[in-house]
């Protein structure tokens, strides 16, 4: 197994109450992120970023940054994107909001398509990652990633969950 991680943008483990304004903001400590699985996030957590949507429903961003390690293997698509401006946003607005340095920004422009469990995610991977993710890893790879949950926003009844990948162990 060989670890590729690049964790020098995370200032500290991310926990406490945010505010941002102009948006409904919501935080998670450690504890309460379950380890292992993007599905086991937006399954445990998608009532709670309802409620936070619906007790101000003209601002429906919920910010997290909560970081854990991906336990079970996530298959490699080879499929890659441009990040979308609103999901560049939510990053931009995560950023700001825990005092990361600005110019992180530019290493999240492109997203891979990964499948965990039958879900397929689109995730922005750090860009000094994209070359090891090119070049040694192949599309149907199983790897396993570090990742922080930045959060989710709400697109009418659709909820964006945004997860940021900033190291990797190829399987």
């Known amino acids: 197994m060989k670890a590729?991680?690049?964790r020098s943008f995370l200032p500290?483990?991310?926990c406490g109450t945010v505010f941002w304004p102009g948006s409904a903001i919501s935080q998670a400590g450690q504890d309460s992120v379950p380890s292992g699985s993007i599905a086991a996030i937006v399954s445990e957590k998608t009532d709670h970023v309802l409620q936070v949507f619906a007790a101000e429903p003209q601002k429906r961003i919920v910010l997290m940054g909560s970081s854990f390690q991906s336990l079970r293997p996530i298959q490699f698509m080879d499929s890659v994107r441009a990040t979308?401006?609103?999901?560049?946003?939510?990053?931009r607005r995560w950023?700001?909001?825990y005092g990361i340095e600005p110019a992180i920004l530019d290493e999240f422009r492109?997203?891979?398509?990964?499948?965990e469990d039958g879900l397929?995610?689109?995730l922005p991977v750090?860009?000094?990652l994209i070359h090891y993710?090119?070049?040694?890893?192949s599309r149907d790879d199983a790897v396993k990633l570090y990742l922080v949950w930045v959060g989710a926003r709400g697109a009418g009844p659709e909820i964006d969950w945004l997860f940021v990948v900033y190291g990797m162990l190829k399987e």
């Open 126 to 128: 750090q860009s000094p």
């Open 120 to 122: 397929a995610v689109w």
């Open 133 to 137: 993710l090119e070049t040694e890893v």
């Open 110 to 115: 492109s997203e891979y398509l990964f499948r």
């Open 84 to 91: 979308p401006p609103e999901r560049l946003d939510l990053i």
């Open 95 to 97: 950023v700001r909001t």
């Open 4 to 6: 590729i991680v690049r």
């Open 12 to 14: 500290a483990v991310f």
